[in-house]
């Protein structure tokens, strides 16, 4: 239990100033993407962290465990259901 006091202690807490930061890392370090870009990146990250998990994630293709997160996205930004 001293670890999990000691652990949690030592964690960076949440202010104003930190969540800014956050917010200007988040618009100014992707700007430059397009969303072809992003979407390369992030078949790239996909493939490294398959890599390094092997036979977990290896079986599963990252398009098809995204489809119900973009349904969602087209629902709520009221757009048709993918054909």
């Known amino acids: 239990m001293a ?5 949690t202690a030592s964690m960076i807490q949440p202010t104003r100033r930190l969540a800014e ?3 200007r890392y988040g618009r100014d370090a ?3 993407l397009s969303y072809a870009d992003a ?5 790239a990250l996909w493939a490294e962290a398959r890599a390094l998990q092997g036979a977990a994630l290896a079986e599963s293709d990252w398009r098809d465990d ?3 997160d973009l349904a969602v996205a087209r ?3 009221g757009l048709p259901p993918r054909a």
């Open 3 to 7: 670890f999990l006091v000691y652990f």
């Open 30 to 32: 992707f700007r430059h």
């Open 66 to 68: 995204l489809e119900p």
């Open 39 to 43: 979407l390369d990146l992030f078949a």
């Open 75 to 77: 629902a709520v930004n």
């Open 21 to 23: 930061l956050e917010a």
